[in-house]
């Protein structure tokens, strides 16, 4: 009988970087967050430090050498910012652009995680080379002060258990907490992605958090609209060329997201640069369908581990898809009140309180299929009271009597499915930004080519940013029932131009702010998306009870 060997498989490198120990003085969790789920921002400090050595390099070349070292025995490896040799000891400096700390004397004295990081690199120099270091340097630039760091057996001692705490966080599936002291957490690079202000919320309802998430995303969406435009790279720019038209530049830094509408191109080069620069690539149909994304997602898997455990257990899945249904119900309802504020009509009235029996219920519900028939019966009487919101002075072309959709037949209809397109390539944007896995949701099951959990979250945005963007544009008289739409029998599809013109609207609206009704700051829709996907994540790292809470006032 053949037996066959198991072998552990490990592609995570034996050793650790020195600067990763760096976080795990200032956070453990930052740590997790760079060195296991593998995530990095590149924020002005870092680029600022990035600066700061690369103009030492230039200035410091009497006696300024780089030196990569490794050392498997010690576990850590390193590039040192500068290695100088005084009175015969050899020395490594480590330079800060910030200000040091000051202790109880006004002494200028390390920061703790400078300390320890300064420490090991003088311990690796120890092993790496086998000679001795009595001490290590750091110049806080800010202060223009040279804090000397003695490498004794205390300093040792704490480099080498803060390796075994990293080797030890490395192979944990869990998240660290939080840390206590909230003003590391306002300087910290990965505090938009960690939301430490929004997990202690979770954990004390009474919190008050400050808005570390950034309150806008000003990076462009190009949509590039016309069949045989062609969208390609050079240099460090995205190139549009357009039939019979200048070729357009953008730099790279500005765009957030590439949509090629109907038969446009994109060519291999632009791809793996958007790839490379964090850029969403998105495919629209011509039709007005949303086709699917450039997935080129990074990253450690932890993330979906976590979110395959989460979403395989039914009750964590019907609990999710609760406040799912109760947020859309309630965001439906409350637009149908809105409009009762000019007019009430009978219909209005009605499915304003037959909504308010259902949402009763669906707390109750005690399965996804019941779940389902509750949505469903809320769907029902909001499209059906919907049409009462429009004015009467509005074309009839653009009244409608219901949903209807694959394909549409009226006006009203083909706006909604071309805005619910775009939303869905915004909020399949959000999921791989955050790297969950979208084919797994927990309330839309997998039967069609849409991804379940895109759809899950699309239910929360559908009413702030389509429905009601429709309407107002509808009551505005903003459509030109000839120029912007094309009837082909019974279909309604837009023209070129009508979809232009939802394109800038739609843009315009996720411009907007809307102050969070949980954690109480306010900000951008198109930032919501990422805001709520990161939410959702909470829910199964222990840090739960804020998502799905984006219901219109
Ligand atoms: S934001 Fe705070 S808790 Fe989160 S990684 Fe940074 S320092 Fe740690």
Redesign the pocket.
């Known amino acids: 009988m053949q037996t066959l060997e198991y072998q552990e498989v490990s592609t995570q490198p034996k050793t650790i970087r020195v600067s990763a120990l760096h976080a795990l003085a200032?956070?453990?969790?930052?740590f997790?967050?760079e060195e296991v789920e593998e995530l990095y921002t590149q924020d002005a400090a870092v680029f600022a430090g990035r600066r700061l050595h690369a103009e030492l390099e230039k200035q410091e070349d009497e006696d300024w050498e780089e030196l990569f070292l490794e050392s498997e025995e010690l576990g850590l490896r390193g590039r040192l910012d500068a290695l100088r040799t005084r009175d015969r000891q050899i020395i490594p400096y480590e330079h800060k652009r910030g200000r040091c700390y000051h202790d109880e004397n006004k002494q200028p004295q390390a920061w703790e995680s400078d300390s320890l990081q300064i420490l090991a690199y003088a311990l690796l120099l120890e092993y790496a080379l086998g000679i001795t270091v009595t001490e290590g340097r750091i110049r806080y630039h800010a202060d223009n002060v040279l804090v000397r760091v003695p490498l004794d057996d205390a300093g040792r001692t704490a480099v080498k258990e803060a390796i075994q705490q990293a080797r030890t966080l490395r192979q944990s599936t869990h998240r660290?907490?939080?840390?206590d002291?909230?003003r590391?957490?306002a300087?910290?690079?990965?505090?938009p992605v960690?939301?430490?202000e929004e997990?202690r919320l979770a954990h004390d309802k009474e919190w008050q958090p400050i808005r570390?998430f950034p309150e806008d995303d000003e990076r462009q969406v190009i949509h590039i609209l016309e069949p045989g435009t062609s969208v390609g790279r050079t240099g460090e720019q995205i190139k549009i060329t357009r039939r019979n038209q200048p070729v357009e530049t953008v730099p790279a830094r500005q765009v957030g997201q590439v949509v090629l509408h109907s038969f446009s191109q994109i060519s291999t080069q632009a791809l793996h640069f958007c790839a490379d620069q964090n850029i969403g690539v998105h495919f629209i149909s011509g039709g007005g369908r949303y086709l699917g994304s450039f997935d080129s997602r990074q990253g450690s898997i932890q993330r979906r581990i976590r979110q395959y455990a989460a979403l395989t257990s039914p009750d964590g899945c019907l609990e999710l898809a609760r406040k799912l249904v109760i947020c859309r119900g309630q965001g439906q309802r409350k637009f149908l009140m809105r409009g009762t504020r000019g007019k009430k009509t009978q219909k209005l009235e009605k499915a304003i309180a037959q909504m308010k029996a259902v949402l009763k219920q669906v707390p109750q519900a005690k399965s996804l299929e019941s779940l389902l028939g509750f949505e469903g019966n809320l769907a029902a009487l909001y499209f059906s009271a919907l049409p009462d919101l429009i004015s009467q002075d509005v074309s009839q072309e653009l009244h409608f009597s219901g949903r209807n959709r694959r394909p549409p037949l009226d006006r009203f209809n083909t706006l909604l499915s071309f805005g619910y397109a775009l939303l869905l390539k915004d909020v399949m944007n959000a999921i791989l930004t955050v790297g969950l896995e979208p084919a797994l949701g927990f309330y839309h099951q997998p039967r069609s080519q849409a991804a379940p959990l895109a759809l899950d979250l699309l239910e929360i945005f559908r009413v702030p940013l389509v429905d009601m963007t429709v309407m107002a544009s509808v009551n505005r008289g903003q459509w030109d029932v000839k120029a912007d739409f094309e009837v082909r029998g019974k279909q309604v599809w837009l023209t070129e131009v009508g979809r232009r013109k939802f394109v800038e609207m739609y843009e315009r609206r996720k411009q907007e702010s809307w102050k969070h009704p949980v954690t109480g700051y306010s900000l951008t829709y198109r930032r919501l998306f990422e805001l709520e996907v990161r939410l959702l994540e909470k829910e199964w790292s222990g840090e739960g009870g804020l998502f799905g809470q984006l219901i219109l006032r």
């Open positions: 200032y956070c453990p969790r930052l997790y967050l660290p907490p939080v840390i002291n909230e590391l957490c300087r910290c690079s990965l505090a960690c939301l430490p997990a570390l």
